[in-house]
């Protein structure tokens, strides 16, 4: 029996593509955007 082939990056995109279209975003950076305006993550550079 030979191996399954396994292309891991191709994976990872896969499924965070899937999550993306699941949540309404468009992209990483509307994804980005919108975790920070719900304050689940903090600008590092203003709390300096």
């Known amino acids: 029996m030979e191996p399954l082939e ?9 499924h965070v593509s899937a999550i ?3 949540l309404g975003f468009r992209n ?4 980005a ?3 920070y305006k719900l ?3 903090k600008d590092t550079d203003r709390d300096q």
């Open 39 to 41: 304050g689940l993550v």
């Open 20 to 22: 993306f279209t699941q």
């Open 33 to 35: 955007i919108t975790v």
């Open 28 to 31: 990483r950076v509307q994804a």
């Open 6 to 14: 396994y292309d891991p990056p191709t994976a990872i995109e896969t």
